[in-house]
């Protein structure tokens, strides 16, 4: 079984469907037409992030602003690179549904104008030099966070009634197919943690700065963080578990793929059930870990600096993923290749 025969979207026409034409002579743009058709709404707000993201990068670089200890473009760079890996994910994901995808089409358009809404306050926000999440500070202020948060719910609803859409969908192996499935519900997960900053912290309830809500735990929004990603050193932050768990749709397929390449020269890892078996794990320990760190955050625990309770669960999930993904290699059967040879 090929991956051009099995991942044909309906409606593609010859000249662009995956399973036509040449790969190796395939030039660029016709790659990338094939890639559009995918979805159209969603694969125009990827490009939309992909030149977002350079701007970004240009505006950390021209623009000495700091808002909340991190560079005033550091926001809008990380949301562009985590939009584009989403709705590339989802274009490619609705395309090759075999059922509901009328359905779905119309679902991953919503999560396209959302998405693009989202990020042009974003933009508008790191643009002006204050804060987009949270932000009640003033009338326009209260406007733009009451659109983001109405946006993302809206996202939310739709990537769940799309993801339900996944249980009809079929990769080329089993494994490829519950590493998908999987991670689109971990991703839900991750996600709805963003639900959790929204809620005004004590020291907002009792003395208001025109900010509800917040991403740190324990501490003020803007303290020392990681470069970049921004998140707390030294306090509990939400958006770790967030992150990890929204990518858990890219982290676990790209996963499954992996375990099919070395599976290859793996005889013990060769059988597609064993490779199903591994991917199993791996999705159990994931998410987990993004439980974890969702925790971790509520008690106001740096993921620099894990300790106690946290620390001791972390090891016992690492530990109990390596052993049950030995124990499913030790009692595999090998399956070697069968060589031929002419008479």
Not at 190 to 197: D, E
Not at 271 to 300: M, P
Request: a positive charge; proline letters at 6%.
């Amino acid at each position: 079984m090929t991956i051009h025969a099995t991942l044909t979207p309906a409606g593609d026409d010859a000249g662009v469907g995956p399973g036509s034409g040449s790969n190796g002579g395939r030039p660029l743009s016709a790659t990338l037409r094939r890639a559009s058709a995918w979805h159209p709404p969603l694969m125009t707000v990827a490009a939309l992030m992909a030149v977002c993201a350079v701007i970004a990068l240009v505006g950390m670089w021209l623009d000495p602003r700091v808002i909340l200890g991190a560079p005033a473009w550091a926001k809008p760079l990380k949301f562009s690179l985590s939009i584009l890996l989403y709705t590339v994910t989802w274009a490619w994901l609705i395309a090759h549904l075999p059922r509901w995808q009328k359905f779905a089409r119309r679902l991953g358009t919503v999560i396209a104008v959302t998405l693009a809404i989202e990020q042009v306050l974003i933009v508008w926000a790191a643009a002006t030099g204050t804060t987009s999440h949270f932000n009640v500070s003033d009338g326009v202020h209260v406007i733009v966070w009451a659109i983001m948060a109405v946006s993302i719910t809206i996202m939310y609803l739709a990537t769940f009634l799309t993801s339900v859409a996944l249980v009809f969908l079929r990769l080329p192996t089993p494994a490829l197919t519950l590493a998908v499935r999987a991670g689109a519900a971990i991703a839900l997960v991750g996600i709805g943690v963003a639900f959790l900053m929204t809620g005004p912290t004590p020291s907002q309830l009792t003395e208001p700065t025109g900010i509800i809500g917040a991403h740190a735990v324990g501490i003020a929004d803007g303290g020392p963080g990681l470069p970049i990603l921004g998140w707390s050193l030294v306090g509990g932050d939400y958006r770790v578990a967030h992150f990890v768990g929204m990518h858990a749709l890219q982290i676990l397929p790209l996963f499954a793929l992996l375990v099919s390449v070395v599976g290859a020269r793996i005889p013990r890892l060769r059988r597609s059930d064993t490779q199903t078996r591994i991917v199993a794990v791996a999705a159990a320990a994931y998410a987990l870990a993004t439980v974890l760190l969702t925790y971790q955050a509520f008690v106001g625990q740096s993921v620099a600096h894990p300790a106690g309770a946290v620390l001791v669960a972390a090891v016992v999930v690492t530990v109990a993923a390596f052993v049950g993904a030995a124990s499913i290699l030790l009692r595999a059967q090998p399956q070697y290749r069968t060589v031929t040879t002419a008479a």
